[in-house]
């Protein structure tokens, strides 16, 4: 399993942006898909978006679609997310998962996760 920490959450107003990072620890992080999960109070943890070991296939959940970019730099063992045009309903903990082998969307495909990252949005 590798080893994820997330950063780069916070708080946010409306119609602004944030980037979350994971970084990976391991020498094999170019085997596995990454995926950005999130989960608000009260609620499911869900899927938000994945992307392949080289970075050549990527999925989004509909509700992101358009506004928010996952993306990995390998060189350096860490994927992104880029997320604009924010709203309240995007508040949640956002995790960081990584499973080995081809890109999935179903938390429970994934077995290495973060601890997590707030991100709050203030209308």
């Known amino acids: 399993q590798v080893q994820l920490v997330e950063s780069g959450g916070g708080l946010v107003q409306a119609g602004g942006s944030l980037r979350l990072s994971c970084a990976a620890s391991?020498?094999?992080?170019?085997?596995?898909?990454m995926g950005w999960f999130r989960q608000a109070p009260g609620k499911e943890r869900e899927f938000v978006a994945a992307?392949?070991?080289?970075?050549?296939?990527?999925d989004y959940a509909d509700s992101v679609k358009g506004r928010f970019t996952i993306s990995r730099d390998n060189s350096e063992n860490t994927v992104y997310l880029q997320m604009n045009g924010l709203k309240p309903e995007d508040t949640a903990v956002y995790y960081c998962?990584?499973?080995?082998?081809?890109?999935?969307?179903?938390?429970?495909?994934?077995?290495?996760w973060g601890q997590g990252a707030q991100v709050t949005v203030s209308s």
């Open positions: 998962a990584a499973r080995r082998g081809v890109i999935k969307t179903t938390r429970s495909d994934f077995g290495s």
């Open positions: 391991g020498r094999t992080f170019s085997s596995h898909a």
């Open positions: 992307i392949s070991g080289r970075g050549t296939t990527v």
